[in-house]
């Protein structure tokens, strides 16, 4: 009887998730169809009339007199109407409508109510934003304009150059530094382990402008050796104090058993700790490489925006602010930047629930 | 005979502890200073660049390593930890513990940081309307943002344990947290995006008419719930995260203890209340904390969508303003101060608990 009755509700729970789901995936997806469509489409309709709905159709034209005078009552398919009604539409007999088509030439629209979908896809936006070179592309207006491209793919590169040190070096400072604190004595060590800790809430941007008076003295600033020390700087106490509630809980056995083997500090951690990390290591770096493959604030102010060391936000930040309504570019390019940590999210997706858990799961 | 012998083993140590930090120096400057100046194709300076990075910073460690392993033994247990956490403590000191003491100076000082004025910016930015506004808003965002997080994950997380595509849900509600802010902004104008008319691009707006309403400018003049539509961003990106956390303290109740209840009874609400909450509560609190964290210092999605106009600043955004804009340092170092003060009592908080789970501290 139970079961039974767990049965009917599972289909409640299923529904309801569902609909959760639908609500958090809808955002993406407008994102994702938007960034397929010609940019005269993004501009004038929404990306769900890619769907099939209920629109008005033109299915006629009607031409009026040159000389119709909109002051008055004007007379389309033998009944009057006012300007205004056929400046916002009026429906006639079987569900037709009438509607300037232009105003200025007097052509009316006859519209019926039909089933419709907008399949006018293209690959243009991808191709422009990827590409780098000219392209051609429609406007609203049906006229053509050359465009130069947007050359994402040496961005694409920069952000690897800039995200994979930025991931692998404060993960390897932090695990040096969690194994200090976890098994090695030596003076001030809880004082340094609580200020590490307290550094987790000063937001980064106080360290902005002094960081980057320093940088500007000792020519760090605009290169990469500059921004993966400041990434490293700004990951270590999150990295160091995740790091260190999984290094601790280790059993102490282990260590004892390799001490006595005769192995050193150094030993024990590189061939037994690191190893043994690894499902911690790899949330903490996910939640790394996600933080400085996303960045944009620290890039912005360390890095600069010469084109060769540019970063894919950055360029994304400059097209909302050049481009200004130029969506179709937009889309594609923000797809294209989600492409790298979607990927790398789902790839690891398995340790990085199973690291989390290690790390501040405790019951 | 065997003093001579120590001699040179000394003699050698010193110039070992000289020479290998040196050696370091030169090399890592020298490899810096070829890829600075250095025209190589993109993908190979990326290559090179990764390599030396990662390589170089290991090969610090490694190196410095054997020469305190050279020591002897009493000697390398009192200097081999800090080779361990050094690297650590010199970047964090430099990057984040100087520039914030820093901070705390300015915060009394004036706007050129020139004349010591005392709690005269802690007194304006409880006045002034604008900074007030900023405090007021982050405050709603901590608050909304916060409990939304948290509340909308623990019942994902209830509702996934139960259904029968666990993965995949998890998996799609988890999925903003990989996307960037910058790319979230255009994701999220696509659905608040307004224009006067019937003809809307804007998803909301498309359903409003639909329903026979008026379409609005959401994130704009829709003052002041339109902070509220900029929570909604933060709550759709930061949900997956609690939702993960408590979805996996969840499966970590024992099941006798549910089924106990059932058989005593007890409806599944009752179970959720009286046995699920008090079970996780602990991962509750480090959820929560974390949420609340990062929305005190919540920036990017401001900046992104109303750049903090609109009566929609935040305290991070605020600062950003007066420091790089206005150049008043002391109200911009007094907001960043007020920020920290108003996130010590969590992080006290937690700490204890950290201490009472046997974290040793």
Known sequence: ?363 | METSIQKQNRLWLGLATILVPAINAVIHFQIFLFLRDAQLNPIWYAILAIIWGVGGVYTIYLSLNWVVEQYPVKWRQRVQPFIFIAPAIVLLAWLLLIPAIRTIVLSFMDAGSVDFVGFANYVAIFTDRLLFSALRNNLLWVVIGTLSCVSIGLVIAVLADRSSYEKLAKSIIFMPMAISMVASGVIWKFVYFYTPGNQQIGLLNAIVISLGGEPQAWTTLAQPWNNLFLIIILIWMQTGFAMVLLSAAIKGIPEEQLEAARVDGAGEIRIFFNIMIPYISGTILSVTTTIIVFTLKIFDVVMVMTGGQYDTDVVATQFYRQFFMYRNNGYGSTLAIVLLIAIIPVLIFNLRQFRKQGGGF
């Open chain 1, 1 to 363: 009887m139970r079961r039974h009755k767990r049965k009917g509700s599972k289909w409640l729970v299923n529904g309801i998730l569902g609909f959760i789901c639908l609500i958090w995936l809808i955002p993406t997806l407008g994102l994702f169809i938007s960034s397929v469509r010609t940019p005269s489409d993004i501009l004038q309709s929404g990306w769900w009339t890619i769907f099939p709905h209920h629109a008005w159709k033109t299915a006629d034209q009607v031409t009026l007199p040159k000389d119709t005078d909109l002051k008055q009552l004007i007379g389309v398919l033998g009944q009057n109407y006012t300007d205004d009604q056929l400046k916002t539409g009026v429906n006639i007999s079987d569900g037709r409508r009438l509607i300037w088509e232009n105003r200025r030439n007097r052509i009316v629209n006859v519209q019926k109510k039909e089933w419709t979908a907008n399949l006018n896809f293209t690959l243009d936006n991808y191709k422009n934003v990827l590409g780098g070179k000219q392209y051609e592309i429609t406007q609203p207006d049906g006229s053509r304009k050359t465009e130069k491209g947007s050359n994402l793919s040496r961005s694409f590169i920069n952000t690897l150059t800039v995200s994979i040190p930025s991931t692998v070096i404060p993960i390897l400072i932090a695990s040096f530094a969690a194994y200090a604190f976890s098994w090695m004595r030596f003076p001030g060590r809880k004082t340094m382990f609580i200020i590490v800790v307290a550094l987790l809430v000063v937001p980064l941007q106080v360290a902005l402008i002094p960081v980057l008076k320093n940088f500007t003295a000792l020519g760090l600033n605009g290169n990469y050796l500059g921004v993966w020390i400041a990434h490293t700087g700004f990951g270590l106490p999150l990295a160091t104090y995740f790091l260190y509630s999984y290094i601790s809980q280790l059993p102490r056995d282990l260590f004892e058993s390799a001490f006595m083997d005769g192995a050193s500090n150094f030993t024990i951690f590189t061939r037994l700790i690191l190893p043994l990390s690894v499902p911690a290591l790899a949330s903490i770096g996910i939640f790394q490489f996600l933080w400085v493959w996303n960045d944009y604030l620290v890039a912005l102010v360390f890095i600069g925006s010469q084109p060769n060391v540019q970063v894919l936000s950055m360029r994304i930040a400059e097209m909302v602010g050049s481009y200004g309504n130029d969506w179709h570019l937009l889309t594609a390019a923000s797809f294209v930047s989600m492409l790298m940590p979607l990927a790398v999210f789902f790839a690891l997706q398995k340790y990085f629930v199973r690291g989390l858990m290690g790390g501040s799961v405790k019951g």
